[in-house]
């Protein structure tokens, strides 16, 4: 949250203060400024969310213990998937909520575990290949599981899942206020989801400042060494994992009630890519990079999308490209620039402010 | 020197998959001893490390701390009794500052009032490594590298430390520096177990050394003794 701030440019090293309450305007106010530009990018925003909190889980794995996990999408898959089992008319399961989602967390968890142990001695690159296989076992296990008995519903995915119902509230219905106001639910899968990051960002930034963020910045930067001062490090890789793949599990249980339709080319490799995409451009291994990494990967194509037809249409009379081809195009050159310019990120990690798990003096015992 | 050795091998072997690099050695260390274990490379020094330190396996043999067998004893509760291990290549944490790694040394540690005290200690040892405390360790030279890698072992407050090659591609100035450095370690009773292929120097060192060869040892002998040694002149010292 104060790093978020801080890294606003221009305000946020004059007036702190100022800039952390322009940070929480924006987060609060962010869906009505959406809604100037139509109803498409409230959707937009809330998407953005779960990407902000996919890309944190990442960045438990990927930057804080330095295991590079390229099928991180599998988790997402796990707690969307168990979403659509337990509350849809799938398996005639509609659970709570409150119930479902917590599961999800746990499955993608377990899935995290069973993923790490096999994977203990790898490091690099190896360790890469064999999570981008698992990820795409995962999402053929998915897109298969229909027969002989049919378990996902196979590529047509598994629909008419159950909205999030909030102590009896159903959010995915308009929420009147009075005879003249109404509110749509899409705002109010909003503040579900900021509450979720909020939540997520707290827990993070207390993990990483205790003695098993520093674990894991041990074993990132020197694994022997990290054995050599007591670190058991097979538990705390294990512990990366499956703690990676709690976000994961939980903001796929939210994207599935969100969505209301699940199917296994959601959880393609591209998006694994993707999600590592906004960690590395944000800024590996720093919360607020993650963050601003994650929001702006969510936008640029949206952005493109809405601005490439007119433009080109303006200019040339008629479309040359294809927005989705133009996508990828600025996409890769964005990351090229970025690495160019700023291979740490937008908002590096290793700078004094904002390497927290670090802390030198006193308070750096416990 | 009491009864039992703070460390013994006993026909200990260590293999990589099918290959046995340490083809069972015998060797021991008394309290407060400054051993070393010298040899050509290849020789098995690192890998009997290693194994003693608990992040490799051993295939067969025993290895009694304090006469207790640790061989299924995983490396970090190693540490937890007081073995501590220097890796070869330093090891230090690159992307922390000085006091940062040295801190990191203490993980396993409660004792808050204790840490301060031996931060204190290292740092009257280590005089060059107090300047530069809040420098980031991966831009240090080597030799202060050794020496913050060496200081964080200290911090955990080991009863035995094991030193794998300190003096590894670092000036000779900067290597007797180091070694200056191991003997206040050892004078303040600390027993060291230290691997090196600078043989000249660590018999000059050490009360004992073994010589290690092919994976076993094939000489042992107080440090003197090895030295006007023929055969150790001729294979180790060049003569």
């Given amino acids: 949250m104060n790093e978020l701030a801080l890294a606003i440019p221009w305000l946020g090293k004059r007036n702190p203060a100022a800039a952390r309450w322009v940070l929480v305007l924006l987060a609060v106010g962010a869906p009505l400024i959406a809604m100037l530009f139509g109803k498409s990018w409230v959707r937009i925003l809330d998407f953005a969310m779960l990407y902000v909190m996919l890309a944190i889980g990442l960045n438990l794995v990927v930057g804080f213990a330095g295991l590079l996990d390229l099928g991180y999408i599998a988790f997402y898959a796990v707690g969307a998937y168990t979403f659509a089992f337990l509350a849809s008319p799938h398996f005639e399961l509609h659970l709570p909520f409150w119930l479902v989602l917590p599961l999800g967390a746990v499955f993608a968890a377990l899935a995290g575990i069973i993923l790490g142990l096999p994977t203990l001695r790898l490091r690099g690159d190896y360790l890469a290949i064999v999570t981008l296989g698992f990820g795409e076992i995962v999402r053929i296990f998915m897109n298969n599981l229909n027969h002989p008995i049919n378990i996902t519903n196979g590529p047509q995915g598994i629909n008419m899942i159950d909205p999030l119902v909030l102590f009896g509230w159903d959010i995915s219905k308009p929420l009147k206020v009075g005879d003249e106001i109404t509110i749509n639910s899409l705002f109010l899968y909003y503040y579900v989801f900021l509450a979720c990051v909020v939540l997520s960002v707290v827990f993070v930034q207390r993990l990483q400042v205790s003695r098993v963020g520093r674990a894991w910045a041990a074993i990132r930067d020197d694994e022997l060494a990290a054995k050599a001062i007591g670190i058991n490090t097979r538990n705390m890789k294990l512990l990366a994992f499956s703690l990676g793949a709690t976000f994961g599990g939980v903001a796929g249980g939210l994207f599935a009630a969100f969505q209301g339709f699940v199917s296994p080319e959601s959880f393609s490799l591209m998006e694994s890519i993707a999600v590592l995409t906004m960690i590395v451009f944000g800024g590996m291994g720093n919360l607020a990079g993650v963050i601003v990494g994650a929001l702006a990967l969510t936008a640029l194509p949206e952005v493109l999308r809405h601005v490439a037809v007119p433009v080109q249409q303006a200019v040339f009379g008629h479309v040359l490209l294809d927005p989705e081809v133009l996508r990828m195009l600025l996409l890769s050159l964005a990351m090229i620039f970025m690495m160019l310019l700023r291979p740490a990120g937008l908002i590096p990690a290793y700078s004094r402010y904002s390497r927290p798990e670090l802390v030198v003096g006193k308070e750096a015992g416990r | ?239």
């Fill in chain 2, 1 to 239: 020197m009491s009864a039992t050795p703070l460390l013994q091998l006993r026909d200990l072997r260590v293999a990589y998959g099918a290959i046995e690099a340490v083809k069972g050695i015998s060797l021991e260390l008394a309290h407060g001893e400054l051993v070393s274990l010298i040899g050509a490379n290849g020789a098995g020094k690192t890998t009997t490390l290693n194994a003693i330190a608990g992040t490799l396996a051993t295939a067969g043999g025993e290895l009694l701390y304090e006469g207790k067998g640790i061989e299924k004893l995983p490396a970090h509760l190693r540490l937890r009794r007081g073995l501590a291990l220097v890796p070869e290549g330093r090891g230090i944490f690159t992307r922390l500052t000085v006091e940062e790694n040295l801190r990191m040394g203490a993980y396993c540690r409660r004792d808050e009032d204790g840490v301060e005290a031996d931060l204190e200690r290292v740092f009257t040892m280590l005089p060059r490594v107090k300047e530069r405390l809040q420098q980031v360790a991966g831009t240090l030279s080597g030799g202060e590298q050794q020496m913050v890698a060496i200081g964080r072992a200290l911090l955990s407050r080991p009863r035995l430390l094991l030193l794998d090659e300190p003096s590894m591609g670092l000036a000779p100035l900067v290597v007797e520096k180091i070694f200056e450095v191991i003997r206040s370690v050892a004078a303040e009773g600390v027993t060291i177990l230290l691997v090196e292929q600078n043989a000249n120097l660590a018999l000059e060192f050490s009360q004992r050394a073994y010589v290690m060869e092919s994976g076993r040892i094939t000489l042992a002998g107080t440090g003197a003794e090895l030295l006007a040694d023929p055969k150790v002149r001729a294979a180790y010292l060049g003569e």
